[in-house]
């Protein structure tokens, strides 16, 4: 009886997250449509430790530099969540053209959500597989 609690759990789980992340995915293709698109630089990349009780996280800001068509170059300076980006590195960078330091870094966003379907799928086979071994028994 438990283990089908558990695996009824684990689908629900499975089934919410997927059901958050497609949203996230759409969201960044609807942004990608009402967004310029353009290349940026990583100027400068800092990595901060962060201490907290029992837990240490690292924290990137960088600043990147890209062209617009209206103002020139551009510098922002924004947290990263991507590990894989470093100190002079291209990235593809989004922007909206009436406000320009409003930037999505898709490639950031895309791991987040990709992570979010990779563990939702997880716990649906994993839900699958505690439901079906109660079923058989």
Same mark, same amino acid.
């Given at each position: 009886? !438990?283990?089908?609690? &558990?695996?009824? &759990?684990?689908?629900?789980?499975?089934?919410?997250?997927?059901?958050?992340?497609?949203?996230?995915?759409?969201?960044?293709?609807?942004?990608?449509?009402?967004?310029?698109?353009?290349?940026?630089?990583?100027?400068?990349?800092?990595?901060?430790? %962060?201490?907290? $009780?029992? !837990?240490?996280?690292?924290?990137?800001?960088?600043?990147?530099?890209?062209?617009?068509?209206?103002?020139?170059?551009?510098?922002?300076?924004?947290?990263? $969540?991507? #590990?894989?980006?470093?100190?002079?590195?291209? +990235?593809?960078?989004?922007?909206?053209?009436?406000? #320009?330091? !409003?930037?999505? +870094? #898709?490639?950031?966003?895309? +791991?987040?959500?990709?992570? %979010?379907?990779?563990?939702?799928?997880?716990?649906?086979?994993?839900?699958?597989?505690? &439901?079906?071994?109660? +079923?058989?028994?």
């Amino acid at each position: 009886m !438990k283990q089908k609690v &558990v695996g009824f &759990v684990l689908l629900f789980v499975g089934v919410i997250s997927i059901l958050l992340a497609s949203y996230g995915l759409y969201s960044l293709y609807d942004k990608s449509e009402s967004m310029e698109h353009t290349v940026g630089f990583v100027k400068y990349l800092d990595t901060k430790r %962060i201490h907290r $009780y029992r !837990k240490i996280r690292y924290e990137n800001t960088a600043q990147i530099s890209y062209d617009t068509k209206r103002y020139g170059n551009m510098y922002v300076g924004v947290k990263l $969540y991507n #590990p894989f980006i470093f100190q002079g590195d291209s +990235i593809s960078v989004w922007y909206s053209p009436e406000r #320009p330091e !409003k930037i999505v +870094i #898709p490639m950031d966003d895309g +791991i987040i959500y990709a992570f %979010i379907v990779a563990s939702g799928l997880l716990c649906l086979v994993l839900g699958v597989i505690c &439901v079906r071994k109660t +079923i058989n028994q």
